[in-house]
Every structure is written in C-alpha cells, then in structure tokens.
C-alpha cells in the first residue's frame, strides 16, 4: 500500500494590482513564501497571509497553500 508523506509547503498570495487600462482585465501577481511549516493549520495560514497583505501596497486577491509529498511503499 502506497503511503503520502507532506514534505513542503508554500503560502501563495495572490495581489490584484488594478486593472489593464487596454484590456479590462485584472491584473493578478503572486508572492510566494517557502518553508512553511508542514504541520501549520489553515487558520495559522490565512492569519500570516492577512498580516503580510496589511503591509502591501495591493489588495490581497486570494490565499493558497502549496504542498508537495513524497509517495513511497508503506
């Protein structure tokens, strides 16, 4: 039987900087933060993003967790 072990995480800010003034779309950047603990909680995670957001010059967009694992026999 196959088992997962989380071995990395990354917290993704996703900023709306404006809109395109050619196109009318919103114009999204990323700032990404590795070595996140692997055992913090969603709620840990959307208290950091909301902290790091305050100190920005753009409106946070949107909050995601990235996570990699190893897959091994178990």
Same mark, same amino acid.
């Given at each position: 039987m196959a088992v997962a072990q989380l071995t990395e995480s990354v917290l993704q800010l996703t900023l709306s900087e404006g809109i395109d003034p %050619?196109?009318?779309? /919103?114009i999204l950047k990323q700032k990404r933060f @590795?070595? #996140?603990k692997t055992e913090a909680t969603a709620e840990q995670l959307f208290l950091t993003a909301n902290a790091f957001a @305050? #100190? /920005?010059q753009h409106e946070l967009y949107n909050v995601s967790r990235r996570d990699v694992s %190893?897959?091994?026999e178990g």
């Open positions: %050619d196109t009318g779309e /919103q @590795s070595n #996140v @305050s #100190v /920005q %190893d897959i091994h």
